[in-house]
């Protein structure tokens, strides 16, 4: 089955400054990548994803690139702020019309520095 | 704005009792996942439906677990008999290929 590696698990940002979070996966058949963002307490929220016919996807300050080959995913936030700081999950599927099994990754605490 | 919800948001038990969570997916989604998530395994998938129908419990102690979709607006997970190492947060998803939405989860702590 899929296995998907995050890393790092813990980064701290000053405020304003990027973070970088990277994940990688193991079956070259899943298409279909997801980024949650999961608040002290919430629920995980989908805040962008990404599939395999694409490499980069943009959505204000949020970005996701994957590289298909590699089979390697990052999230990239820029100009970050203090609402910022939650736990990241990447995952993965072999998304076809009826199958949305996901893979998680174990997360990335993202703590930004005021 | 359409969201899961699940019911209870926070259930204290005792060792040995029956525990039933309830989860309701977003109008016209036709698949449902149930997530345990702890500090130590992150987010384990326990069980998911399609059109209520079960496709995988395999992330499920089948001994102690079980979920049933009654009907298409509920879903429902039961731990019988509990134990303390079931305490963890317990989360239902609703899915319109091929994202995922999550419910605000059941606070499960097993005295």
């Known amino acids: 089955g899929e296995n998907v590696e995050q890393h790092p698990s813990t980064l701290s940002v000053q405020e304003g400054d990027s973070a970088v979070i990277k994940c990688t996966y193991s079956?070259?058949?899943?298409?279909?990548f997801p980024w949650y963002k999961q608040e002290l307490g919430k629920r995980p929220q989908l805040i962008i994803d990404?599939?395999?016919?694409?490499g980069e996807k943009k959505d204000q300050r949020i970005a996701v690139t994957l590289n298909k080959t590699a089979k390697h995913s990052s999230l990239h936030i820029t100009e970050t702020q203090p609402e910022d700081s939650a736990v990241y999950f990447c995952?993965?599927?072999?998304?076809?019309?009826?199958?949305?099994?996901?893979?998680f990754g174990t997360g990335t605490r993202l703590t930004i520095i005021p | 704005d359409a969201r899961v919800t699940q019911t209870p948001r926070h259930k204290v038990t005792e060792m040995g009792q029956e525990v039933t969570m309830r989860c309701q997916p977003i109008?016209?989604?036709?698949?449902v996942f149930w997530y345990r998530q702890t500090m130590m395994q992150g987010l384990e998938l326990l069980a998911y439906?399609?059109?209520?129908?079960?496709?995988?419990d395999s992330g499920m102690p089948k001994d102690r677990f079980s979920a049933e979709m009654p009907d298409a607006t509920l879903a429902t997970l039961k731990i019988q008999p509990s134990e303390p190492r079931d305490s963890a947060v317990y989360f239902c998803?609703?899915?319109?290929?091929?994202?995922?939405?999550f419910g605000p989860g059941t606070r499960l702590t097993v005295l």
């Open positions: 995952a993965a599927s072999i998304s076809n019309f009826g199958n949305e099994k996901l893979t």
């Open positions: 079956d070259s058949a899943s298409n279909y």
């Open positions: 990404i599939r395999s016919n694409v």
């Open positions: 109008l016209g989604h036709n698949t």
């Open positions: 439906f399609r059109n209520r129908a079960p496709l995988d």
């Open positions: 998803a609703s899915a319109q290929y091929p994202e995922q939405f």
